[in-house]
């Protein structure tokens, strides 16, 4: 077992890797950059090297500070956690000239996965279903227009580089295939400088389902199921459980079986993702892509097979063999997980960066919280502003809902503005409770909120002429005014609608 791991990463995922090292007895080292000096994993750490300034740019995407920082620490092996350097081949390969070990998959498989339409044409040759569409690029719209009428509109056009919704249209019909493959392509060619673009039949209100897979070095490729990741916000993940809702074993084991065979394709050691997308209607399922990192929402995975995933990646990388089999692998309870973050509901999201004033964290029966901050903490805005994941796991899917309310409704942050009045909504809301997932949910959900909140506004626009009908009525002494301006006769109705609007503001005002 190794020594010393050097976590190349921040925030809750580098404290979830430095619990896991503690729970092998490795001694974890940490890396920070200048608004970080203080953050939580550098308290928790053994030891800690600063690694720049405040940009990802000028600190956790260095390559040489990083490995610079591994060599004078002495430790072993690095951990990547997720984002940042996580899915960089460049870098796992610089890792292992340095004859340090990095703790993911090896460089070739990255680069597998990373091509899309490599991965198609891997996830292909594994006899795994694809989504219908090209595997070779597109050289022109003109061949974009001649594929997408052999398979039907709606398309969508996908960066080969891309992933994660990245350079991704959907296109409705023919009049729009062209600008929509020009727009595509230069967007590729912004973001990844590759301008390839290939082309999917659209899967209309899909779920996106994916399968945990993990391997190593002696020739075992095993899955641990599923996690149903199709409430999603802007293709950021919102809420992710396993099992998925549909629960269905065959499904799992046809999904399982297709993700271990597409693993085996690629020679891969590690843990891994493979995302598919389900048919709400059908329950077909398509490949998608490979997340070849460990993913933010493991910890569902974890609760409901009560396997250690960050423990196995680093005794995988050490050349041990799975602690566990296929056979092994069982699926006890339902377990969901909310994303919570820094950033304000109430105003589009927008992120609510500055310092956690107060901090209560849920706890008791059933919960797990995943965080990264501690009260008194600065929430920079130079990173993702995820504080925390909340996680229940209960024997039912209903018993992990009743868990997670009362753990989102026991969790207090003060300071700033946090996502978690959202989640209390999102775990009352009817579609939720049934199930009735798929990556419709949230524009769906903020629809039937608008709606809600519409109501509200109607019935506050009828108290304001009660009140403004009350305020005119007692303008004029609260009396019959038998002669108006005009000298007409005031009607008498409106005489009654002025002394009842005085009444029910007056009751209004005594309720609120
Ligand atoms: C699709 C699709 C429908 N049909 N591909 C979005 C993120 C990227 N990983 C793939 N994505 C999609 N690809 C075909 N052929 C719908 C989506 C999609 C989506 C997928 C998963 C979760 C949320 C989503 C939201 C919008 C679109």
Redesign the pocket.
């Known amino acids: 077992m190794f020594r010393k791991i050097l976590i190349a990463n921040r925030g809750e995922i580098a404290v979830r890797v430095i619990r896991a090292c503690r729970d092998l007895s490795v001694s974890p080292v940490a890396v920070y950059s200048e608004p970080d000096r203080a953050a939580l994993h550098v308290r928790l750490a053994d030891e800690a090297f600063p690694i720049g300034g405040a940009t990802s740019a000028e600190s956790y995407l260095r390559i040489d500070a990083i490995i610079d920082a591994t060599v004078r620490s002495g430790a072993e092996a690095i951990h990547p956690g997720y984002g940042f350097l996580a899915e960089n081949a460049g870098f796992a390969r610089a890792v292992r000239d340095a004859g340090l070990t990095f703790i993911g998959p090896p460089p070739e498989a990255m680069e597998a996965m990373g091509s899309k339409t490599n991965a198609r044409a891997k996830a292909q040759s594994a006899g795994a279903p694809l ?1 219908p ?1 090209t595997i070779a690029p597109l050289s022109s719209s003109n061949e974009a227009r001649d594929v997408a009428a052999s398979f039907g509109y709606p ?2 056009l ?1 960066a080969a580089a891309g ?3 990245k350079g ?1 249209r ?1 296109v409705a019909s023919e009049d729009d295939l062209a600008s929509a493959f020009e727009s595509a392509q230069s967007e590729a060619m912004a973001a990844f400088g590759d301008r390839e673009i290939y082309l ?5 209100r ?1 779920r ?1 389902i994916e399968i945990q897979i993990f391997a190593d070095t002696h020739g075992n490729v095993v899955h641990l199921g599923e996690r149903e ?2 409430i ?1 916000r802007r ?1 950021q ?1 919102v809420i992710e459980e396993c099992p998925s809702p549909i629960n269905d074993p065959t499904l799992r084991a046809r999904m399982g079986e297709a993700a271990v065979r597409i693993t085996q394709a690629v020679d891969y050691v590690g843990a891994g993702t493979i ?1 598919f ?1 389900v048919s709400d209607l059908t329950h077909e399922f ?1 490949f ?2 490979m997340n070849t990192r460990l993913q933010v929402e493991h910890p569902v995975t974890e609760l409901v097979t009560g396997i250690d995933l960050v423990r196995e990646q680093i005794t995988v990388a050490a050349g041990l063999p799975l602690s566990f089999t296929q056979e092994d692998v069982s699926w006890t309870g339902h377990a969901i997980e909310c994303r919570v973050y820094a950033e304000d509901p109430e105003n589009n999201f927008l992120p609510s960066p500055g310092r956690i004033t107060h901090l209560s964290v849920p706890a008791g029966a059933g919960i797990r919280d995943d965080g990264g901050v501690y009260e008194g903490a600065e929430v920079s805005i130079y990173y993702d502003p995820m504080i925390s994941k909340l996680a229940a796991w209960g024997r039912t899917r209903t018993e992990a809902i009743d868990r997670l309310r009362r753990a989102l409704d026991e969790y207090k942050v003060g300071g700033i503005k946090t996502t978690l009045p959202f989640f209390r909504e999102i775990v009352r809301d009817e579609e939720f409770i049934e199930g009735r997932l798929d ?2 949910f949230i524009p769906r959900f903020i629809e039937r909120r608008h709606t809600k909140s519409e109501m509200t506004n109607e019935q506050t626009h009828s108290d304001m002429a009660l009140i403004a009908a009350a305020l005119a009525y007692e303008e004029k002494g609260g009396s019959a005014n038998k002669t108006q301006q005009n000298g007409q006769a005031q009607p008498n109705t409106w005489r009654r609608v002025g002394r009842i609007a005085l009444h029910r503001a007056r009751a209004k005002h005594v309720d609120s």
């Open positions: 989504v569409g398309v969508m996908k992933g994660g919704g991704m959907l999917e039949k659209a899967i209309e899909p996106h990741c199709s999603q293709h993940k995302e997308l398509y998608l892509e990556t419709n």
